[in-house]
């Protein structure tokens, strides 16, 4: 395996001093406010929108962790990269709702639909599932990085990263994360491509590749009966996983709720999902690539999670190794940063500020900066943990967000559709997906000490995909049930907050918030994915 040399060095010096240059200009018009620091100001257009959507969605978790799937017999897990069509739905169906009731965080929407308490559930789920997906797997995946690019251990790349990121996070706030963003959505894009279409080459196209692997290992379609991907719950839970993660997590809607408008932000979210198209061909194929040539004998690595950047220092010529080396240390900048800024908007404005609401604007912002320290070093810690879990990085973040989506998707979804659905219903669905979340990952961790004919390990060993399909089918009749067997919320306190309680002007506004253009292009991206799932059929 090749290391950097001078003319690689060139490309990745050039690219942080830009970099550098972007994040100093942003921190000299920072505002000591809140809206500035945790939302831009509200005043970001579509383009920096979607690309600040396209760049937070992909981190170093999907630079080496898909590459990796890809190279270990994983394509089934292809699936959550056809959410395209999932961040559409962010744009049309959840976001004129947020931007009409004017909130910073999830949290906070929740409690305008329903309560204050189902605001704290939320917060705290939230910051926790930061910790055990978002914090520790980018800075895993960033370990095997730059350990791999730099020649160093895995723990000194990992943290040196956390710091740098750290740094220009803490400093600019969210206006520093989404414009730096945008930048390195273009460099991830284009250094992943030159790799792709080298590597191909490399292999002698498509169908000498597809002769190598089998045409077998290309489908994506596996049968019901299937121990490790079965079809039908591989649909069900992929999708719950994806709307919790576009429609209603904190870390992607923050970038949504940045823009000027309605309109703008639709329209980012648009531009998002055509962004969203492009991993599967990026980052997917270089992994069947370095799996091919492993094949071949004409490569070698220890853990899947190495194919890419293995494939990236042995097949690039000097200066495109460079460029490709400084895009997949974008994507680790870009998902450190936007998480750091989503989880110390969580804690600052729905823990915080709650408990003291006099706080002023400045004291909010530093308590934000300290809550970012605090999550990094908790993720940090988290990681020899969560190696225990899976092997493979992408099928651990695709694991514990199977656990953690059902109860958030169901509130959300049926928060937004039926009126009915109460404050009571919404509440203990929460609480009772935190503890049955929980429990799963703990009889994960443990269930190798248990009794294999008993309840415990049961629950422990089943596959993670029909776990998430049965959990999210408890979580909507925990939710109609008990929200039908007490009062029924007083409609005029959640105007707007519902399809049934939209008023004539909120109709008449979403109306007049896209034109023709926004309709054929989600239409476009709708079929693209639907052409995709076709292809990957194994034949």
Known sequence: MKTLDFLDWVFVGVYFMILAGIAI???????????????????????????????????????????????????????????????????????????????????????????????????????AAYVLTKISVTIYAGGVVVSYLLGIDFWTGAIATV???????????????????????????????????????????????????????????????????????????????????????????????????????????IF???????????????????????????????????????????????????????GLLAALMSSLASVFNSCSTLFTVDVYKKLRPDSSEKNLVRIGQIATAVAVIIGIIWIPIMQNISGVLYEYLQKVQSYIAPPITAVFLLGIFIKRVNKQGAFYTLISGLVIATLRIVLELVKDQLDPQGV??????????????????????????????????????????????????????NKNSYNYWDIIITISVVLVVGGVMYFFNGS
């Open 456 to 509: 415990l390990y049961f629950l422990g060993n089943l596959n993670y995909l029909v776990f998430g399909a049965y959990f999210f089918l408890l979580s909507i009749v925990l939710l109609i049930v008990i929200s039908l067997l007490t009062a029924a919320p007083r409609y005029e306190t959640i105007e707007n907050l519902t399809f049934s309680t939209l008023t004539e002007e909120a109709k008449k506004s």
């Open 272 to 326: 998002g999902a055509v962004l969203k198209l492009f991993p599967v061909f990026l980052f997917l194929i270089p992994g069947i690539i370095a799996l091919t040539l492993k094949m071949r004998g004409e490569l070698h690595w220890d853990s899947a999670d190495q194919a890419f950047p293995v494939l990236m220092s042995t097949l690039l010529p000097s200066g495109l190794r460079g460029l490709v080396a400084a």
């Open 25 to 127: 200009w942003v921190i000299r018009k920072r505002k000591d406010n809140t809206q500035d620091y945790f939302l831009a100001g509200r005043n970001i257009g579509w383009f920096v929108v979607g690309a600040s959507i396209f760049a937070s969605n992909i981190g170093s978790e999907h630079v080496v962790g898909l590459a990796g799937a890809g190279a270990d017999n994983k394509l089934p897990m292809l699936i959550y990269e056809l959410h395209a069509w999932v961040v559409l739905l962010l744009g049309w169906v959840f976001l004129p709702f947020y931007m009409r009731s004017g909130v910073f965080t999830m949290p906070e929407f929740l409690e305008k639909r329903f309560d204050a308490r189902s605001r704290w559930i939320l917060s705290i789920f939230s910051i």
């Open 163 to 269: 710091i740098l990121t750290g740094l220009y996070t803490v400093l600019g706030g969210m206006r520093a994360v989404v414009y730096t963003e945008a930048l390195q959505a273009v460099v991830l894009v284009v250094g992943a491509l030159m790799l792709t279409l080298i590597g191909l080459e490399e292999v002698g196209g498509w169908s000498s590749m597809k002769a190598t692997v089998t045409p077998e290992y290309l489908n994506m379609w596996r049968s019901v009966s299937d121990p490790d991907f079965p079809w039908l719950p591989l649909l069900i839970s992929s999708t719950i996983v994806g709307i919790w993660y576009w429609c209603t997590d904190q870390y992607i809607v923050q970038r949504a709720l940045t823009a000027k408008n309605l309109k703008e932000a639709r329209r980012g979210t």
